[in-house]
């Protein structure tokens, strides 16, 4: 399975981008999908955007679609998250994970995650 290590987080004001990277120990080909998760404190830990390795079909959330973007590198090794017009809203610590299996271009569930990277913090402030 691997191990997964985030970074690229930190402190930015609205409207300014990061990008994450979650690089996985093993190749994640072996993996069905990556994904990055968020979790506010207080919240419940949310999708926000999966990519299926093979194919590479994605999904984004509703309240990242047009700002955020999943992407891996070709040797399937690395996952990014490219985050361009960054709210407060999006203030979270954000989680890299993989599955063993899941839906083609549909919502990561926590559920179905089973390696998880540590987190990356991400503050956004207005």
């Known amino acids: 399975q691997g191990q997964l290590v985030e970074s690229g987080g930190g402190s930015v004001q609205a409207g300014g981008s990061l990008r994450l990277s979650c690089t996985a120990s093993s190749y994640t080909g072996r993996r069905a999908c990556m994904a990055w998760f968020r979790q506010a404190p207080g919240n419940e830990r949310e999708g926000v955007a999966a990519i299926y390795v093979r194919g590479g079909s994605t999904f984004h959330a509703d309240s990242v679609t047009g700002r955020f973007t999943i992407s891996q590198d070709k040797a399937k090794t690395t996952v990014y998250l490219q985050m361009n017009g960054l709210k407060p809203e999006d203030t979270a610590k954000y989680y890299c994970?993989?599955?063993?299996?899941?839906?083609?271009?549909?919502?990561?569930?926590?559920?179905?995650?089973?390696?998880w990277g540590q987190g990356t913090q991400v503050t956004v402030s207005s």
């Open positions: 994970a993989s599955a063993p299996n899941c839906l083609v271009g549909g919502e990561p569930l926590v559920r179905e995650y089973d390696v």
